[in-house]
């Protein structure tokens, strides 16, 4: 019996796609966009003439990261015609999907609150910041990627590193998936307790819900202590019944999914401010977003 094989230029890219969608989905914040991106990556690898490449890694790297750049381009204009409050599209990271996340460094990359000071960020400033933290590229090698000098990079690289840092005051970076504190958070929304929930607040709490103009979401940011655990509670109210809620990991911290008859609607998470208190809750409900979240906990289900 004839057996065929993936041609070598395959199997060298299919070693290299985990880290390209890894670099991708941090510069994009959206994971569907990644995957067409490495995608697109894939195409001018099986059409290049390999003579003139002396790795697939490097040059795998700087065609992805100019993709991107492209993409960040017409990125911006639909995010300022975007309906309400624009959130990451949420990742499953419990088996690895965007690489290790063993230090708090690691998990603050992929975190929504990071991602989301991203969006600050020009787009060179976003591949340096991505290669540099996430990949532990040199600035030489950034410098290379971003066709630009050695001190062009490190001056790129610390431009962003000021803009994420003067953003960065209102939560702490997570340290592991943080599943108790969540389950008491929603177990006082459940209760109705309002109290309680105000009690997990911070003062000046803020509430985002993402719901892309697809189904009804609150369309600008809920704020202070009293504002939020109000809208929560009622958000929780309205939508509870016939939902069944499961706890996962998503982008590096816990997070809460809502699923209605196998079909995600929702995702959930929290921002942590140094002394304890939530600063921020991030809701996603726009079925969009949730695609890919939901075709990654279908298939880690099926593969327990």
């Known amino acids: 019996m004839r057996t065929t094989s993936a041609p070598p230029s395959a199997v060298e890219f299919e070693a290299e796609r985990p880290r390209l969608f890894g670099i991708a989905y941090r510069m994009l914040g959206s994971a569907a966009e990644a995957e067409d991106a490495v995608q697109d990556a894939y195409l001018r690898w099986h059409a290049a003439d390999r003579s003139y490449i002396d790795a697939p890694g490097p ?30 599209e949420p990742v499953r990271t419990d088996a690895g999907a965007l690489g290790p996340l063993e230090t708090a460094e690691q998990r603050e990359a992929v975190s929504m609150a990071v991602l ?132 996962t990991e998503v982008n590096g911290d816990a997070a809460v999914l809502g699923w209605e008859n196998g079909r995600l609607i929702g995702a959930a998470s929290v921002d942590i401010g140094p002394d304890g208190l939530v600063t921020g809750v991030r809701i996603i409900r726009n079925p969009d977003k949730l695609a890919f979240l939901e075709n990654q906990s279908q298939d880690l289900s099926q593969n327990a």
């Open 59 to 88: 040059w795998l790297a700087k065609v992805l990261t100019n993709l991107c750049l492209n993409r960040l381009t017409s990125a911006r204009v639909r995010r300022e015609e975007y309906v309400g409050p624009w959130l990451p």
């Open 116 to 247: 989301v000071l991203m969006e600050r960020l020009s787009p060179p400033e976003r591949a340096a910041v991505v290669l540099r933290d996430a990949f532990e590229y040199s600035h030489r090698e950034i410098a290379e990627v971003l066709d630009v000098s050695e001190a062009a990079a490190r001056q790129t690289y610390r431009r962003a590193k000021q803009h994420l840092a003067d953003g960065r005051a209102r939560f702490e970076a997570p340290v592991a998936p943080r599943t108790d504190l969540l389950a008491t958070f929603l177990a006082a929304a459940a209760e109705g307790a309002l109290d309680k929930l105000e009690s997990l607040l911070a003062e000046d709490a803020v509430t985002w819900a993402d719901g892309g103009g697809k189904v009804r979401s609150a369309t600008r940011p809920v704020t202070g202590r009293s504002n939020v655990a109000r809208f929560v509670i009622g958000l929780f109210t309205r939508f509870v019944e016939g939902v069944e809620i499961a706890f």
